[in-house]
Nanobody, 115 residues
Framework: QVRLVESGGGLVQPGGSLRLSCEAS????????MDWHRQLPGQQRRLVARITSSGTTIYEDSVKGRFTISRDKAKNTWYLELNSLKPEDSAVYYCYAGAPFHEYWGEGIQVTVSS
């Protein structure tokens, strides 16, 4: 089992920045992909960014050049740096860990971009 705890969300003005953190505990050696997803009201949850155990990263098109996913192996934590935020980035952000035959989700954290 893996437990994920997100932190770092909140309210920010357009053009501002936030950093989300996801700390993993438990069977962390089984994790091979680490994601951030987001969900807007009335919409499906969508992948925002992924980093694999080998360090490969992918991003959803609308966040390329603005968001950066990274990880700190020593802290069992991965991050999502959100820059140049837009109102349409407002959503509940979820961290996700993928392992063979298992997937794990955090509880979600609200990001609101508004003036």
């Amino acid at each position: 089992q893996v437990r994920l705890v997100e932190s770092g969300g909140g309210l920010v003005q357009p053009g501002g920045s936030l950093r989300l953190s996801c700390e993993a505990s438990g069977d962390i050696l089984s994790i091979n992909t680490m994601d951030w997803h987001r969900q807007l009201p009335g919409q499906q949850r969508r992948l925002v960014a992924r980093i694999t155990s080998s360090g490969t990263t992918i991003y959803e098109d609308s966040v390329k050049g603005r968001f950066t996913i990274s990880r700190d192996k020593a802290k069992n934590t991965w991050y999502l740096e959100l820059n140049s935020l837009k109102p349409e980035d407002s959503a509940v952000y979820y961290c996700y860990a993928g392992a063979p035959f298992h997937e794990y989700w955090g509880e979600g954290i609200q990001v609101t971009v508004s003036s």
